[in-house]
């Protein structure tokens, strides 16, 4: 692709600028952008204009520059998580509806749980994990099912890394997580850290391409809310081709 | 930004891949991408190679490239309908559980409704209408209602417009359409064409920033699915900041 006098191509300045964004920065002034970036202040403004003219970016009334609705919508109608979300959207919903607190679908990105979809009820544990947001797998209940049923590569490559060590983590040593895993792939369940619940969702050839899970007030709550998530889980799975040979969904849902 | 040898920008050879998919194509080979973009294909096979290094492109299985997890993410943590679709959610979760069919969530976008949210229930009345789909505003419910609301400058355009013939519209003439919309300004409500009822949502200052509405699967339904409807549509409105000054969401919703 085209390349600035730097060697730098145009794509790559164009990823930088949608990097600019984030949930506590989804709204800049152009040079927050170009601060942001390291894309000199009159290309950052640019760039910017172009990418308004497509729908890319947009002003608000404040002028200053946010996502657009346009890329929203072409990302939205071809999104690699579609499938899995629109399958699991009413068995969520149902869950939600069960046990009355916030139900979350992860992914795995690499060596962190993307969350692709959360249901909140008024009145239930607030939940801080939004949509798009990311944490190491190690580090929440979904994150530990989608570790335990990762290619052994990966697993084997985590856990010898050093564990990060937050002191509320009952893990800080690798021999606590390589059984912690274990147990996870033979009971089908994760209660850990805390009071998070998951499960794995299973597509056709049996491969897990998420975890489903509930966020707990308290620890009281853990055995009622078991047999509904993990019937929830079966039934995911199951509208997702779990007991057909392999095929379907993109091998990309859990790059 | 950088341009082609024929003036064209890099930026916009960009957004031509993204215009490439949809529901209906959200997996393409190279050729099949050249062909939908009109980009030649040592170019696009470059651009691909290039958006595929940053997450925004992937191939799967079958080597065809789809949308890449990394550009979803990124419009996922900084979207404009994020803040309208957390709050909406939780409502439109109610909502399904009391009347057991599609609930819907539209915002306008120039002279077309973007359906970007919908909840499903298993046995629920078949919703064709996709997140990410669009419908010109005088062709369902939730498109009336933003139509209704819109500045009159936009109003009077789409009046003054042929009006699509098809066949099950019972609006065809000009008059009829300014009659409905002053009468759905009224009520508050829009019950046509068929069996899609729609209500309103409002932001701070009272100003409509999207309709919100449920599929029935037969007109019996209308009298009992009005009242819960119309609470959440209130409900939802009120958590935007309804009765509050003017401020808060991006004009941008309804570009």
Same mark, same amino acid.
């Given at each position: 692709?085209?390349?600035?006098?730097?060697?730098?191509?145009?794509?790559?300045?164009?990823?930088?600028?949608?990097?600019?964004?984030?949930?506590?920065?989804?709204?800049?002034?152009?040079?927050?952008?170009?601060?942001?970036?390291?894309?000199?202040?009159?290309?950052?403004?640019?760039?910017?204009?172009?990418?308004?003219?497509?729908?890319?970016?947009?002003?608000?009334?404040?002028?200053?520059?946010?996502?657009?609705?346009?890329?929203?919508?072409?990302?939205?109608?071809?999104?690699?998580?579609? $499938?899995?979300?629109?399958?699991?959207?009413?068995?969520?919903? $149902?869950?939600?509806?069960?046990? #009355?607190?916030?139900?979350?679908?992860?992914?795995?990105?690499?060596?962190?749980?993307?969350?692709?979809?959360?249901?909140?009820?008024?009145?239930?544990?607030?939940?801080?994990?939004?949509?798009?947001?990311?944490?190491?797998?190690?580090?929440?209940?979904? #994150?530990?099912?989608?570790?335990?049923?990762?290619?052994?590569?990966?697993?084997?490559?985590?856990?010898?890394?050093?564990?990060?060590?937050?002191?509320?983590?009952?893990?800080?040593?690798?021999?606590?997580?390589?059984?912690?895993?274990?147990?996870?792939?033979?009971?089908?369940?994760?209660?850990?850290?805390?009071?998070?619940?998951?499960?794995?969702?299973?597509?056709?050839?049996?491969?897990?391409?998420?975890?489903?899970?509930?966020?707990?007030?308290?620890?009281?709550?853990?055995?009622?809310?078991?047999?509904?998530?993990?019937?929830? #889980?079966?039934?995911?799975?199951?509208?997702?081709?779990? #007991?057909?040979?392999?095929?379907?969904?993109?091998?990309?849902?859990?790059?």
């Amino acid at each position: 692709m085209a390349r600035h006098s730097n060697g730098e191509s145009v794509f790559s300045r164009v990823a930088r600028i949608f990097e600019g964004f984030d949930p506590e920065h989804s709204a800049l002034t152009v040079s927050e952008l170009s601060e942001r970036t390291g894309i000199p202040l009159p290309s950052t403004s640019r760039m910017v204009t172009e990418m308004i003219e497509y729908g890319w970016l947009c002003r608000d009334a404040d002028k200053r520059v946010r996502l657009g609705m346009r890329i929203w919508e072409l990302v939205a109608r071809a999104a690699p998580v579609n $499938e899995v979300r629109a399958a699991a959207l009413p068995v969520m919903t $149902e869950l939600l509806g069960r046990v #009355g607190q916030p139900v979350r679908l992860s992914v795995r990105a690499g060596r962190e749980a993307l969350c692709v979809e959360r249901l909140g009820a008024p009145g239930a544990v607030r939940d801080a994990t939004t949509v798009g947001g990311r944490a190491p797998l190690q580090a929440s209940a979904p #994150g530990l099912v989608l570790l335990a049923h990762a290619p052994a590569d990966l697993r084997e490559s985590v856990l010898s890394e050093r564990l990060p060590r937050n002191p509320e983590d009952a893990v800080t040593d690798r021999n606590t997580l390589r059984r912690l895993l274990s147990e996870i792939r033979s009971t089908g369940l994760a209660h850990y850290p805390g009071t998070t619940l998951a499960v794995p969702v299973r597509a056709a050839g049996g491969r897990t391409v998420a975890a489903l899970s509930v966020v707990l007030p308290d620890a009281g709550l853990i055995r009622p809310v078991v047999p509904p998530l993990r019937a929830a #889980g079966a039934r995911l799975s199951r509208a997702l081709g779990d #007991g057909a040979p392999a095929r379907g969904l993109p091998d990309t849902l859990t790059a």
